[in-house]
């Protein structure tokens, strides 16, 4: 192996440069064969991914693509989920290999071996028929992370019902809304879970959600916290552990489903106010993350694999669930914060469990660094073979933090980029074989076309700002969104595509620039979408609830760069009357955006201005708005209507930051 990059201890690289991934690595990686990039030619290539699975009906053709962009993969196969997630690994004699390691907030410990997750799941797969779930019926899920959610995620899997997970911490509000759009009759909950040690009620969440549907409900509630919480169950309200105890030693068949059913449905923010429904298929997807947790996760089944994130969440259910219980892995699913008891949480987990790959976002790494190389240096981390990160950008000093710190200079880190609607990681290096360039994701993934285009959709030159598109359909892609097909070619498929010459280019969403050789950096949305610790947040939907608030005129959310956060949300308003009430009304908005989202989307800042900056058609130019958060150079000012107001802003904002750095 080369190692002009300086690999190795004796001689790290500086900040920032390439380095190759190490020898000791490469010999034992899923992927070495330095050729695939160039094999991945067609869509056939993917039958590698789908080799990974076990199909009860083979597949006739692998790419359908006459009704682009609505691909079909797979097409003619027929597979369950869970089968491939639970049985098959029982069959192989692999009963009682650990599936879940589950760490709890309180340093519970509870480990679920394939066997015991089979018979869980197919408790409630009953339980949930027997309450008249059928196929296709979609099944909310609103759970923290304990093991009942991906255990309720299999069982639903398991009857072909589609599951619709809803972050725990969302709000009662977002939760109703989610449901009724999905005209989800069933829902998974709990009475309530610890919160930095405070029992946290989240049954009263859901009452209030059940409130405000047109449609009744039935709900299975899962009891976290025993005397701690009480609760009453209600009409429609069943108990989970009674269920199971009904239930008890029976198994449910899994449903065979068409490789393109609907296995899940996943919200997440869009431009708009409305959260789109994403709509995952079920052969494709579980090929896709099947097959990137073996390639760039470089997933073994003797490993124990950890990926911190939340289940809620795109990342937790590709690769906290489905990836690695499909490669029948050991998968750790940590339920509390990484500060709690202490700072040293998440590497006593790493060294207790001897923890061989672990994934995380740019956000927390950035925490790890600013308390300090102190915490993770009193743990042995030395099990850990490869790291990844996922949901933003890292810049190149975190990044070596990352490698020296947790990985001790001998892990290679994959920058993984991808989305909610991608399924499945797009962009990222192979580690048994590509160069890592700090700060850059990297080649797009075999068999994924990734180019970053300008306006017109031609290419840019190396080095230049563009936007990401995916120019070939790959398998783990959205299949619409569940609001309409309309609504997926209007969000996706109308920038950079010409159905004229049959030419359906994806659009993320996001800007990007590439190198000569290749290498994708991710600079952030283009979109009125703003990224907060690693999740994405809609500015128009933080904007509306800001605008329900008393005396509240108008507003602009725009997102500031923040160290601890990756973007912090900024939130200029004006009030009716320009209203000298203004403590009263900055906690009134913080209050409506916690109730109506959540508080991951409180506002770091509310800034008050009498006007917000115009266009002379009336359009509020959000750009100045961002420039002068991120004290950036303001550009062209001349189509304002009212350009005294920048200065006004400006001078607010110093005022208040003088303000803040006296406090
Ligand atoms: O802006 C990109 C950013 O996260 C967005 C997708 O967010 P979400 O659908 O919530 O999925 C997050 C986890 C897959 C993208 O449009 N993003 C994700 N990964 C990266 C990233 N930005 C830079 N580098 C990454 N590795």
Request: proline content about 6%.
């Amino acid at each position: 192996m080369d190692d002009r990059n300086g690999w190795g201890r004796e001689r790290p690289a500086p900040t920032g440069l390439p380095r190759n991934p190490p020898t000791s690595f490469v010999e034992q990686a899923n992927v070495t064969n330095e050729r695939i990039h160039e094999e991945f030619d067609e869509p056939a290539s993917w039958e590698r991914a789908a080799d990974l699975l076990a199909w009860d009906e083979p597949y006739d053709t692998v790419l359908e693509d006459e009704e682009a962009p609505f691909y079909r993969w797979f097409t003619g196969g027929t597979l369950n989920a869970s089968f491939n997630c639970l049985d098959r690994h029982i069959e192989a004699g692999r009963k009682t290999h650990t599936a879940i390691r589950w760490e709890g907030k309180r340093g519970e410990r509870e480990t679920y071996t394939y066997q015991d997750l089979f018979v869980e799941v197919n408790e409630l797969a009953a339980a949930l028929r027997d309450l008249g779930v059928g196929e296709d019926d979609v099944v909310t899920i609103y759970l923290p992370m304990i093991p009942e959610l991906p255990i309720a995620m299999l069982a639903c899997a398991r009857i072909g019902a589609p599951h619709s997970v809803v972050f725990a911490g969302l709000s009662a509000e977002a939760l109703a809304t989610r449901m009724d759009a999905a005209e989800s009759e069933y829902l998974l909950t709990c009475d309530g879970y610890y919160r930095r040690g405070d029992a946290f009620n989240q049954k009263s969440k859901v009452d209030n959600a059940c409130i405000a549907l047109d449609h009744d409900v039935q709900t299975i509630v899962v009891d976290r916290l025993g005397d701690d919480l009480p609760h009453v169950l209600g009409d429609g309200e069943r108990d989970y552990h009674d269920l199971r105890e009904e239930f008890s030693g029976e198994t449910v068949d899994p449903v065979a489903r068409d490789a393109e059913d609907m296995l899940f449905l996943m919200y997440t923010s869009g431009t708009t106010g409305e959260p789109k429904g994403v709509v995952h298929s079920t052969g494709g997807y579980l090929a896709h993350v099947a097959w990137t947790s073996h390639a760039v996760l470089d997933v073994k089944p003797e490993d124990t694999y950890w990926c911190a994130a939340d289940i809620g969440w795109i990342t937790g259910h590709s690769y906290i669930v489905y990836g690695p219980l499909a490669l029948g892995t050991t998968t750790v699913m940590y339920e509390g914060t990484p500060d709690y008891p202490d700072r040293a949480r998440l590497w006593e987990i790493v060294d207790r469990n001897a923890v061989d790959v672990f994934y995380t976002a740019p956000t927390a790494i950035r925490a790890f660094m600013k308390w300090g190389a102190e915490y993770p240096a009193k743990h042995d981390l030395s099990s850990l073979r490869l790291l990844g990160s996922v949901g933003e950008p890292i810049s190149p000093r975190p990044w070596d933090w990352y490698h020296e710190r947790i990985g001790g200079g001998e892990c290679p880190i994959v920058d993984t980029w991808w989305q909610t609607e991608t399924g499945a990681i797009t962009v990222s290096t192979l580690p048994g074989i590509d160069e890592m360039k700090p700060g850059s994701a990297g080649p797009p993934l075999p068999g994924i076309d990734a180019r970053v285009v300008d306006d017109s959709g031609t290419e840019v030159a190396p080095g230049e700002a563009g936007y990401l598109v995916l120019a070939r359909p790959w398998p783990g892609m959205a299949r619409t969104l569940y609001d309409g097909d309309d609504r997926f070619l209007e969000e996706y498929w109308t920038q950079f595509s010409d159905p004229e010459t049959d030419r359906w280019w994806y659009f993320s969403g996001d800007a990007a620039r590439i190198d000569e050789d290749g290498y994708i950096t991710v600079l952030g949305r283009i979109d009125d979408v703003i990224n907060v610790s690693g999740r994405r947040l809609s500015t128009m939907e933080i904007e509306s609830a800001i605008a329900g608030v008393d005396g509240v005129a108008e507003a602009a959310v725009v997102g500031r760069s923040s160290d601890a956060n990756g973007t912090d949300v900024y939130a200029y308003v004006s009030t009716e009357g320009h209203s000298e009430n203004g403590d009263a009304i900055r906690e009134a908005i913080v209050e409506s955006v916690e109730s109506t989202i959540g508080p991951i989307a409180r506002p770091a800042e509310v800034i008050f201005t009498p006007e917000l900056p115009k266009t002379r058609s009336g359009k509020i130019m959000r750009r100045l708005l961002a420039a002068v958060a991120n004290d950036e150079e303001l550009g062209d000012t001349s189509a304002l209507r009212n350009p005294e107001i920048v200065g006004e802003i400006q001078a607010e904002i110093g005022d208040e930051g003088e303000a803040n750095e006296r406090n």
